[in-house]
């Protein structure tokens, strides 16, 4: 039981990455492969962020410069930082695939793998 | 195929569950994470950088690198996507 | 036994590769000059490779280290009796041959002069880098040159034939000398940590004897030049190579360097009390008796004229790693005396064979019927080198089968000396019909009777290389006191 | 103020900031922006030259980005490893953009040569940002970095490519992601980045599943981005279609750096023993790594598209490199890390010729290649060159680094694995020699095709440095190692 | 002209909301210091400005007020501020990216600079945000056919 309180949100998250891992390499659409994609990064942000994550602190946002500072009672900076970095990396992967997936559909005018395959086949 | 990559997926999802077990709790405020970098970011981000928002402080300065580096990801998106796709008035080719 | 430090191996080895550069930017216009340049080159060669004599022969090592690669892979040169020896037979051979060429080429008018003249060159150059090499990994780096540079020459002709029997050729060479030589090399370095020739091996006995079958295995299966059967058939598949390609590079240059190298590793490498004592001279006997044998018989069966001279090279080149096998001081002796012997006479042959090609494009001996009478001296040559071959006195033939009997008694293989007498027999048969017909027959084609000689450049050669193997017979002294030298600094006698 | 001593990062931020300026030259006179784009990657050759001799002078360069301490900002760390590879990308990159030229020109339109120009420039940063930085998770921005641009890079080939590209683009995030999860649990159990911080912290978690786990994911992570075997089915139509200077450019330097975030990961973030010793993880690789080599040259032969062979050969070597870091002994790293450089120069000039054959006569089929050695001479020599280095015969580059994994595979007892290497270089010698063939022995039938010249200089000029350099660089081993490859060497080999 | 699926209220309502998203976005930029925010999230809602003009109006409306040409430029601009940014304190003898060595021009003491440098960096980096934003958004929404001009 103290297992599953303690670990429970990592659980939670790696099965969001196998979902979305799933959709990247069983899925024959090649939007459906970018959604999963992205569901892959989202997910492994959100297990990044929880790392950061300690019980009763808030936000690294020193409100009174004076005060003696307890690092406890804020949240570890370095995740959110990483995130930021890893969003924006998702974020421009993403583009750069549904540029590529247009100019897919600009020569077979589908969206589904095996019917570009066929059309290849076809080509030879 | 898909049962194929079924079993991958399952595979995979088991190492990294398993591989939790030795992992701090969640929001443990002893977690190394919290313990052994983190700690300065907090302290001492306004007198070193005068910065109270610790995320921008270590985003942009003591990371600042890595914000290039991202900066220059979402840089290099636009330039793809326009290399890629873009159709110019004066292009005889595409 | 000192060294002497000098640059001439490097020169040696320069001058024909120099020569090749030369030759190449010469081109196809000059043609005149172009050959001039691969007849100065050879005499220059003989002439450098000669001038080591004196050292050596007053037992003297001259050692030339080229290059450092590596902490163990080094191109260094040394030069002892036996390399000096192997060096000179084939650059004096070359002299002639690049007459023999000229004549020849001109007189097909062959295509592609210049690309046959320089690969010669570049091959004759790495001929002597493996002579002189100081360790395996030179003499390898050499042997893989020379298989590049051959190829070029073997499918010379550019038809479907020439390009097949190529492929044959580099397949069989090329793979065989990656896969189990290098490997060979690989296991020597690990077991004895160095590649060096040294004298009485170079591996020591306090290794699993299995591993070093093993390694001594590879290095005959790898020695593919040396043309021990079963990976003997590139060499007949070489033979769609113009004549003096066959003649200098697969009579002398080439396969003798096999054997050569075989000599190295037997004795350089392993070593006369390691073989001894692992008891594998008898397996390498016993494999160049069959070729003998096997050879002989296959040669009996080939009509075309070439084949049978390239099978007939096949088992006399297994004499002389026969010799080696021996591991007694005679043998030795019969199988040094065996390389320049057989290369005189072969070389006489296949002349005598390119000879008939030029002027009458007869291959077939079928067809030869009464050639003799048309060019009494090409078909003489061809008889003298016949009787060499076959080892009858008075030619040099016959003094090397002597010493290789000797030596058999010597290190008591009885079974050997029936070999000999079986070759012997075998040779006879397949040489002596042809020299029969020649002579006896009457042409079938009635237009040629009286006498048309081969052109004079092919024909001097031919004659020239003919009237040697009797001088070998009548004066061997210098061979002979050379191989006795050769002799001593292997056997440390 | 002295520059030099920041030059380990101005070798990232020059072609950064260079790929901005260029869209700017792109508004303002675009024919400057082929000019530039050469003149910064020079800089970068001379600054990547000016880091080795940096570190060979005074050893292990640290710099302090944003002059922050190591565990809390980022810094670089450039020992012998990177500084070797940094000048294998830099100048590789260098001589691709000048073949680019001309190369280019036939497959983009006018109007985005620009935009390549950044992209290949960001390429270029990403590849250097990998290879100087000391902290895992900027190793992944600059990774990002390389991999969009390689993707879009890849995508602007012909029609195939832009599947070729999606199929990069989904199994390169596959990997970039695992890459991240390791990071993630690195960071969860140590909650530190910086490579030295964790080399210090993580000994004493060797027990934990997490730090397997991390491993693990790195090892899949970089696998799919290097194309080991089973994970390469991105690689040859990405590499087959692509546009040939990206081809040539992502070939010679993608993989390689793939190879070294390897052995960074494996032997500096990890200790030695925990990969070999205390987990069956290099076993695994090994194995792994022998079934790619295998598989890979097998693949290779049936290939009738040139290109297309080249990938397979390429994902074979990748197999060499991977076996030779995991052998754990002295001779297997020094191989590997050898042939990192003798294989981002072969591959890179046979890629270069590729594009320059397709540029002449339009196609890669092996099929056309008949008598090319007529039209383009030189380009042909230089192809010979790289074919017998590929192949493995000395004294070319390739034989050295072979030579040493060959060596390290005896000496650890996989002797299995040496046979497959052994294999495999002749399987290559099969596919080299049968386009030889073609090109110097088959005369061309389709002439009207093949009325042309030689390449244009700015394609044939790089082609023939990176020929010469084979040759040249093959009889330098020895040096290249006991400089830099001898100091890169993990501790415990 | 209007065209079939110009929307009156729509169109009024950006009119007056896209200021005020650019001057909230400008807020996000300079207020990163004290508060979540900073570079990203408010070159994302500058983008989002124009976005939204494009989806208001169309795509040769947004570019009479703002051009490709300046688009692009300022993409490339931003991440140069930032790099610049570096050398430049690599010039002044600090290593890159090192803003306390800021202070030898900017008359303040050697922590604050380091606040003011972030600042600057953070504005590259909304530059650059915004203008790739909207030039990715171009790109897709038109198969990189802006000139037809409707989305």
Request: hydrophobic fraction near 55%.
């Amino acid at each position: 039981m103290e297992t599953v309180i303690g670990k429970y949100n990592y659980w939670i998250y790696i099965a969001l990455m196998m979902i979305g891992f799933y959709a990247m390499i069983a899925k024959r659409n090649l939007v459906k492969k970018i959604v999963g994609m992205n569901i892959f990064q989202t997910a492994i942000i959100l297990f990044f962020i929880s790392t950061a994550y300690k019980k009763d602190a808030t936000i690294p946002i020193l409100i009174k410069s004076q005060e003696v500072i307890d690092p406890a009672k804020y949240i570890n900076p370095l995740p959110h930082v990483l995130m930021l970095t890893a969003i924006v990396v998702m974020v421009s992967t993403f583009g750069v695939a549904l540029a590529v997936i247009m100019m897919l559909y600009k020569q077979y005018k589908t969206l589904d793998e095996d019917e570009i395959i066929e059309i290849l086949r076809k080509k030879k | 195929m898909k049962f194929f990559a079924l079993i991958i997926v399952i595979l995979t999802g088991a190492v990294l569950i398993y591989s939790t077990l030795d992992m701090p709790d969640w929001g443990d405020p002893n977690s190394p994470a919290s313990l052994h970098v983190s700690p300065r970011y907090i302290e001492k981000t306004i007198e070193e950088t005068a910065t109270p928002n610790a995320v921008t402080s270590v985003l942009a300065d003591y990371r600042g690198y890595d914000t290039l580096g991202e900066t220059t990801v979402i840089f290099t998106a636009a330039v793809v996507c326009i290399l890629l796709l873009r159709r110019f008035e004066d292009d005889k080719t595409l | 036994m000192e060294t002497s430090i000098s640059i001439k191996p490097v020169l040696a080895i320069a001058v024909s590769a120099v020569s090749a550069f030369l030759i190449a930017i010469t081109g196809e216009k000059l043609r005149n000059l172009r050959e001039t340049w691969s007849i100065l080159a050879s005499i220059f060669k003989f002439l450098i490779v000669v001038s080591m004599l004196p050292d050596i022969l007053c037992g003297k090592v001259i050692e030339y280290c080229l290059f450092r690669i590596t902490s163990e892979l080094i191109l260094h040169f040394r030069i002892d009796a036996l390399g000096l020896f192997f060096a000179m037979t084939a650059s004096f051979l070359w002299i002639i041959t690049s007459f023999y060429s000229i004549g020849y080429m001109r007189g097909l008018n062959e295509h592609k002069q210049t690309r046959y003249f320089v690969y010669f060159a570049i091959t004759l150059s790495a001929t002597m880098g493996v002579a002189f090499s100081a360790n395996i990994f030179t003499a390898f780096v050499f042997y893989e040159i020379i298989t590049i540079a051959t190829y070029p020459l073997v499918a010379h002709k550019e038809t479907e034939e020439a390009k097949k029997n190529a492929r044959k050729y580099l397949a069989y060479l090329l793979s065989t000398s990656v896969a189990f030589q290098l490997t060979a090399i690989v296991l020597t370095y690990c077991l004895s940590g160095n590649l060096y020739f040294s004298k009485g091996g170079n591996l020591s006995n306090d290794i699993s004897s299995s591993l070093l079958t093993i390694t001594f295995l590879l290095y005959i299966a790898g020695i593919t030049k040396a043309a021990i059967m079963p990976l003997h058939s590139w060499l007949p598949a070489a033979m769609v190579a113009p004549t003096p390609v066959s003649a200098l590079l697969h009579a002398v240059a080439v396969v003798k360097t096999g054997v050569f190298m075989i000599l190295r590793v037997v004795f350089y490498i392993f070593g006369v009390d390691l073989l001894k004592s692992l008891n594998l001279e008898t397996v390498l006997a016993v494999v160049a008796s069959f070729t003998i044998v096997a050879a002989s018989v296959i040669a009996l069966r080939q009509d075309n004229l070439k084949l049978r001279l390239a099978y007939s090279t096949v088992s006399q080149l297994s004499y002389i790693v026969l010799g080696a096998a021996l591991l007694s001081p005679s043998a030795l002796k019969g199988s040094i005396f065996h390389i320049i012997a057989h290369a005189f006479g072969k070389i006489t042959l296949f002349f005598a064979a390119g000879a008939i090609y030029v002027t009458t494009y007869k291959t077939k001996i079928s067809e030869l019927d009464g050639i003799g009478k048309r060019m009494p001296l090409i078909m003489a040559s061809f008889t003298i080198g016949a009787l060499s071959m076959i080892g009858v006195p008075p030619f040099a033939g016959f003094i090397s089968k002597w010493y290789l009997s000797v030596g058999a008694i010597e290190s008591d293989k009885i079974f050997v000396l029936a070999i000999l007498a079986i070759s012997t027999i075998l040779n006879a048969c397949y040489f002596m019909p042809i020299v029969y017909v020649a002579f006896m027959k009457k042409s079938k084609d009635s237009k040629y009777n009286g006498i048309n000689e081969a052109p004079i450049f092919v024909l001097i050669p031919t004659v020239l290389t003919a009237v040697l193997t009797l001088v070998v017979f009548l004066c061997p002294h210098p061979f002979i006191k050379l191989i006795i030298l050769i002799v001593n600094q292997t056997f440390g006698g | 103020m002295n520059l030099s001593e920041h030059s380990s990062i101005l070798i990232v931020v020059i072609p950064l900031i260079a790929s901005f300026v260029n869209i700017f030259l792109n508004f303002l006179q675009r024919k400057l922006c082929y000019p530039f784009f050469v003149l910064v990657l020079g800089i970068c050759v001379a600054l990547s030259i000016d880091i080795l001799c940096q570190v060979i002078n005074f050893g292990v360069l640290r710099y302090r980005l944003g002059g922050w301490m190591a565990p809390w900002g980022i810094e670089y760390v450039i020992d012998h490893l990177n500084a070797y590879l940094i000048v294998i990308v830099s100048s590789m990159s260098f001589i691709v953009a000048i073949y680019s030229k001309d190369s280019v020109k036939k497959e983009i339109s006018k109007a985005k040569l620009p935009y390549f120009y950044s992209t290949y420039l960001l390429l270029a940063t990403g590849l250097f940002g990998i290879t100087v930085t000391g902290d895992i998770f900027n190793l992944y921005v600059f990774l990002e970095i390389a991999s969009l641009s390689a993707y879009a890079l890849v995508a602007i080939g012909e029609k195939r490519s832009v599947l070729a590209s999606f199929h990069y683009i989904i199994m390169g995030t596959i990997g970039a992601c695992f890459y991240l999860l390791g990071v993630g649990y690195i960071y969860i159990i140590t909650g530190s980045l910086n490579i030295s911080d964790l080399t210090r912290l993580l000994p004493s978690l060797y027990e934990s599943k997490v730090t397997l786990t991390a491993l693990a994911f790195f090892i899949v992570g970089i696998g799919i981005k290097i194309a080991l075997f089973p994970l390469h089915r991105w690689l040859p139509d990405s590499y087959t279609f692509a546009p040939s200077a990206v081809s040539a450019f992502a070939s010679a330097t993608v993989t390689k750096v793939g190879i070294y975030v390897l052995i960074r990961i494996s032997f500096t973030l990890f200790e030695p023993k925990f990969l070999i010793e205390m987990t069956p993880l290099s076993n695994i690789l090994i194995w792994w790594s022998t079934i790619a080599i295998f598989f890979g040259s097998l693949i290779a032969i049936g290939q009738k598209d040139f290109k297309r062979t080249l990938s397979y050969i390429l994902i074979a070597e990748i197999g060499y490199m991977v076996f030779g870091i995991n052998i754990g002994n002295k001779e297997g790293f020094i191989g590997a890390v050898l042939h990192i450089l003798n294989d981002s120069l072969m591959i890179g000039c046979l890629f270069m010729i590729a594009g320059g054959v397709f540029y002449r006569i339009g196609s890669r089929n092996i099929e056309d290649f008949n008598g090319l050695n007529r039209n383009m001479p030189i380009t042909m020599a230089a192809f010979t060159i790289a074919a017998l280095s590929m192949i493995g015969i000395p004294p070319t580059a390739g034989f050295f680094s072979k030579w040493y994994l060959i060596v390290g595979a005896v000496k650890a007892g996989y002797l299995v694995s040496a046979v497959i290497l052994i294999f495999s270089s002749l399987v290559n010698a099969l596919i080299f020699f049968r386009i030889l063939e073609k090109i110097y022995f088959t005369k061309n039938e389709n002439t009207p095709m093949y009325n042309f010249r030689e390449l244009p200089i700015s394609m044939m000029i790089p082609i023939v440095i990176t020929a010469l350099a084979i040759l040249i660089i093959g009889l330098y081993s020895g040096e290249i190692i006991s400089s830099v490859i001898k100091f890169s060497l993990p501790k415990g080999f | 002209m209007i065209r079939l699926y110009d929307d009156l209220i729509i169109q009024t309502v950006c009119r007056i909301m896209i200021p005020l998203i650019q001057l909230f976005a400008f807020y996000v930029i300079a207020h990163g210091h004290y508060s979540p925010g900073g570079g990203f999230q408010g070159g994302c809602i500058l983008g989002a400005s124009f976005i939204l003009m494009v989806i208001a109006y169309d795509i040769n409306w947004m570019k009479r007020r703002f051009s490709e040409k300046k688009n692009t430029l300022l993409m490339a601009f931003g991440v140069l501020i930032y790099a610049l940014v570096g050398v430049l304190c690599i010039l002044l003898g600090a290593e890159y990216l090192n803003y306390g060595i800021l202070n030898k021009i900017i008359p303040t003491d050697s922590v604050k600079v380091r606040a003011l440098g972030t600042l600057i960096i953070e504005i590259g980096v909304g530059i650059t945000v915004m203008a790739v934003m909207v030039s990715i958004f171009l790109n897709l929404t038109t198969f990189g056919k802006h000139e037809k001009g409707e989305v």
